[in-house]
């Protein structure tokens, strides 16, 4: 056995060495320092040691083969860091794999026929996306277990990354310029058989032969050499300026990549560079230039914060950072959800999925019949893709039970309240629910506007009552605020992360504000584009520009989604119940006329901003410009972007200098999860520290003069300003 701590060696009687890699207190293995530096003396001793005659690299992990590099290793660049530093730093890994491939041998000897380098097998046993790929195509030979879980695939991408390990290169020389592009630049996983069509595995063998094969293949190749270092390798397909195969498809994936980014993410961009520039030179160049544009993403702000909320954040959430200490984990089995309409029969659907029982009530059995219909339609999708088996669908649905009899609810360990956003419903159902559910189940509403502590006022046990706030679509949408008022204790908080978890969704606590986070941003933002159309800007305008910016869909099309009738009902409750301190947002007034004089109350009835003519594409309602014409001068396309971010930008540091959203990290993340925020920015809080708090203030104040108070940034900011601060942390010199 080994002195390793990340990995063992084993060197059997043919003198073929076996590395397993297995990182200690690790679900999964990645490259971090400790594994780099142990691999290194492992591949130092390979190439050296003559009695070595060839080398297997396998997992220890039943999660799988290797995951990628650490990203936490990878977003902490010291920042007076020089680019040579992180180069040199970065290409370890590099060179690395290239000498594991050579076995320590110059590829000019290789090239030359004068040496040969020692066979090196991979055998993948689970996943193996970014570093773990770029390890696994370095080998010579690739054979993958099949048991289903191997996932092959280059994800750099999504965290504003390319890969960094040769995996633009290997891609390019395994399975041809094509296949190298959109494997690099869409990132998405393929299973065995997808990656063994592509090139990027040789066999998929029984999960019990793996090992045997792999050294079988060692015995039988025992002078082999990756084919890029023997003399007339040639990349397949094509590669280069000039040759007419591949030259459509570099104008053709360059344009797409554009088209489809709006420039936005220069991780793809450079991807594309990569692979054409490494198309034309020898791998070790390849490698060189792969690596420099990897440096240049990497010393940017747009990764670093991609790769903080999209990962570190996202995940250390997930594993319940917010999760008070003390309180045992609760072991949630039978849910109560009350009220099967839209939101109640998508919670249901996402909690039978993971696996617990759900008791989904409603006034009455149609009705509930109704919601439990929707997670019997949603499988249905999933069995048509093959996600899904007939016999795990029949058993999913087994476990939501239907029901009008509130003594159904008696053996429940959390209560979800989605009935109708009416207080006098709530209490009613609340005081029904109480009545039967033992003492200690914690009680949860998803009201979308009421505050928790007034909800929480009709509870026996209001310690025990928290807001879990879902968003629309329940199945597709990945965040959920969590709201704990003044007064909700530990247990409740720890209960509703121990269910959020059990979802798989990403969670945020915040306070019990109107609108808690999310919809205190949105709605604003969502006003700010109907402002626009009043004053006589173009809705195509509107809309293209915040997706050019990033968004997933313009404002005015997410107001037809959210619905008109939604947004006055929300502005109509707003008036009601703040009464004189309520602020006028300047378009109660299209919201009547949307909804009530011209039945324009959105998506769901076809109608809103935009017609949606069965079967077509929705298209602008032609209308609009009668009542609210087009002004002779339209604002430059920066100009409207500007001011849908900045309104954005101000309410979200808004909401975290009035304290409803805690940290900066929260704030990031619930709207990238919660509303689509551009993800390319980490957030709006990561943004602001892009551009410095200072030129925020600065931007927000002018578009205060120009546009009115409510882009007025919050006083601490301004602060924060003056003593040159950030949001994440380290203080900067002030300006
Ligand atoms: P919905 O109108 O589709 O469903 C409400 C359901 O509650 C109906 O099936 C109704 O029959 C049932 N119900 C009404 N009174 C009841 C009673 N006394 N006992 C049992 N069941 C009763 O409404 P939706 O959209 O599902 O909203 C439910 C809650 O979720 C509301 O509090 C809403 O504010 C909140 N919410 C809504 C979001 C949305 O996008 N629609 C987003 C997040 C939260």
């Known amino acids: 056995m080994s002195d390793y701590d990340t990995l063992t060696l084993d060197i059997d009687a043919d003198g073929i060495a076996l590395v397993t890699i297995d990182l200690p207190d690790a679900s999964m293995n990645v490259w971090n320092r400790a594994l780099i530096e142990e691999f290194s003396a492992v591949i130092d001793r390979f190439a050296s040691d003559d009695a070595i005659t060839g080398l297997v690299v396998t997992s220890g992990k039943a999660s799988g083969f290797l995951a990628g590099a650490d990203l936490r290793m990878l977003s902490d660049v010291p920042a007076d860091a020089t680019a040579a530093q992180v180069f040199e730093e970065n290409f370890k890994l590099q060179s690395l794999l290239r000498k594991m491939e050579t076995a320590g041998r110059a590829p000019k000897d ?44 280059q994800p750099e991408v999504q965290v504003g990354l390319i890969p960094g390990a040769g995996g633009t290169q290997r891609t390019l020389r395994l399975a041809g310029v094509q296949t190298a592009l959109q494997t690099c630049s869409l990132g ?23 090992i045997d094969r792999a050294k079988q293949w060692c015995r039988d190749n025992p002078k082999s050499t990756q084919r890029w270092d023997k003399k007339g390798f040639k990349i397949p397909g094509g590669a280069g300026a000039m040759d007419p195969r591949v030259v459509p498809i570099f104008a053709g994936a360059s344009a797409m990549a554009q088209g489809t980014t709006n420039h936005n993410y220069p991780a793809v961009q450079r991807i594309l560079s990569s692979i054409y520039e490494g ?39 997930e594993k319940g950072m917010a999760r008070p200490e003390g309180v045992p984990k609760s072991d949630l089995r039978r849910v109560g959800v009350l009220g099967a309409g839209m939101m109640g029969a998508g919670i249901a659907y996402v909690t039978a999925r993971a696996g617990m029982e759900v008791v989904l009530l409603d006034r009455d059995m149609s009705y509930a019949e109704k919601g439990k219909a929707y997670s019997a339609k949603l499988n249905e999708k999933g069995i ?55 003492e200690d189940v914690v009680f949860a509403s998803n009201t979308s506007t009421i505050p928790i502590a007034s909800l929480a006022a009709n509870s026996k046990r209001p310690d025990q009552f928290i807001g879990i706030h879902f968003f629309s679509p329940v199945d597709k949408m990945p965040l959920v605020e969590i709201i704990r008022p003044e007064g909700t204790g530990d247990k409740a908080l720890a209960t509703a992360l121990d269910y959020v978890a059990k979802i798989k969704k990403t969670p945020i606590v915040v306070s019990d504000a109107r609108g808690f986070y999310c919809n205190s941003v949105v709605v604003p933002y969502l006003n700010e584009a109907a402002l626009m159309v009043k004053e006589g800007i173009s809705a195509a305008l509107i809309d293209n520009c915040a997706v050019h910016m990033g ?55 076809g109608k809103g901003f935009y017609d949606y003519p069965e079967g077509e594409k929705k298209r602008i309602w032609p209308g609009l410009t009668e009542h609210y014409p087009h002004a002779a001068e339209q604002p430059s396309a920066e ?6 971010l900045y309104n954005q930008l101000v309410n979200a540091a ?5 304290g409803v959203v805690h940290d900066p990290q929260s704030a990031d993340l619930g709207a990238i999860f919660g509303w689509g925020f551009c993800p390319w920015t980490g957030g709006p809080m990561s943004y602001i520290d892009m551009v410095g708090v200072k030129t925020f ?39």
């Open 110 to 153: 290789l090239l030359k026929g004068a040496a040969t380098a020692k066979p090196v097998v991979a055998a993948v046993n689970g996943l193996a996306l970014g570093g773990g790929m770029e390890l696994a195509l370095a080998c010579h030979y690739r054979l993958a277990a099949d048991n289903g879980r191997v996932q092959m695939g």
């Open 188 to 210: 998405k996983p393929m299973k065995a058989a997808e990656a063994k069509a592509a090139g990027f595995l040789d066999e998929i063998v029984p999960e019990g032969e793996l």
């Open 279 to 317: 198309s034309i030179v020898p791998i070790d160049t390849g490698l060189r230039i792969e690596s420099k544009y990897f440096t240049k993403c990497l010393m940017e702000p747009q990764a670093q914060n991609m790769i903080r909320t999209l990962f570190v954040n996202k995940q250390a959430a």
């Open 384 to 438: 048509g893709r093959g996600k899904l088996t007939k016999e795990a669908s029949e058993e999913m649905l087994a476990r939501i039970k239907t029901t009008t009899d509130y003594a159904d609810l008696k053996d429940v360990d959390l209560i979800i309240e989605a009935v109708f956003e009416d207080p006098g419903v709530k209490r009613d159902v609340t005081e029904k629910t109480e009545a039967v559910i033992p």
């Open 551 to 605: 968004m997933p869909v313009g404002p005015l099309a997410l107001m037809d989604e959210t619905s008109q009738e939604l947004g006055l009902s929300i502005t109509r409750s707003a008036q009601r119940d703040m009464g004189d301190a309520y602020v006028p947002t300047g378009v109660e007034d299209m919201l009547e006329l949307f909804v009530d004089e011209l039945g324009r109350k959105g998506r769901k009835v």
């Open 639 to 644: 100009e409207v972007k500007e001011r849908l």
């Open 654 to 658: 808004r909401m975290y200098a009035q």
């Open 697 to 735: 203030v600065e931007t927000a104040d002018r578009l205060a003069a120009k546009h009115g108070d409510r882009f007025s940034p919050p006083e601490a900011f301004r602060e924060m300003a003056k003593k040159g601060q950030s949001l994440y942390g380290e203080e900067k010199a002030a300006a």
